[in-house]
């Protein structure tokens, strides 16, 4: 493992993005970038903001193996207390990694307020779409029934 950097966001990077470059001669890539969640940050010294973070893996040349096939299950809480923005990061989060698998691999998906519903049974990433709809129809309700989610989630259902 090799450390790229360590950073820290101060008030200044409110609604920008920070980067990390690397490469050799020819090659200069963004690897890691961060930006802030809100419009404005509002915190101060001491105090912390919430940030997304993406880590971009270094390309694969074609010697490479292929990578193992994937079995992946998503728990997405719909409680109440994942309204408005929280819903959304959440569900664009469902659908990056649905973009992101191959036709190969597997998804389910379980979501949980006050009850646990299995909204994508177990199987392989053939419509992508079809998945991506299903993500966008969940809306946040209800209370939290977090330890029944994990189990089902973690049977695949």
């Not at 919430?50 to 390309?59: C, G, I, M, S, Y």
């Not at 959440?90 to 998804?107: F, G, H, N, P, V």
Request: proline share 3%; with cysteine; net charge positive.
């Amino acid at each position: 493992m090799k450390i790229i950097g360590i950073f820290e966001i101060h008030d200044a990077f409110a609604n920008q993005r920070s980067t990390r470059r690397h490469g050799g001669k020819n090659e200069n890539k963004t690897i890691i970038e961060i930006k802030t969640i809100k419009e404005k940050s509002t915190a101060g010294e001491g105090q912390t903001i919430d940030v997304l973070v993406r880590v971009v893996p270094p390309e694969r040349n074609n010697t490479e193996s292929k990578r193992p096939k994937l079995n992946l299950s998503v728990v997405l809480d719909r409680s109440g207390s994942m309204g408005g923005e929280k819903m959304q990061y959440a569900r664009e989060a469902a659908k990056y990694c649905i973009d992101q698998m191959l036709t190969t691999d597997r998804l389910s998906t379980v979501i949980f307020d006050q009850s646990v519903d299995v909204l994508i049974p177990s199987q392989e990433v053939r419509n992508k779409a079809a998945m991506r709809s299903e993500i966008d129809r969940i809306e946040a309700r209800g209370s939290t029934a977090l330890h029944e989610a994990w189990v089902r989630g973690l049977a695949g259902e």
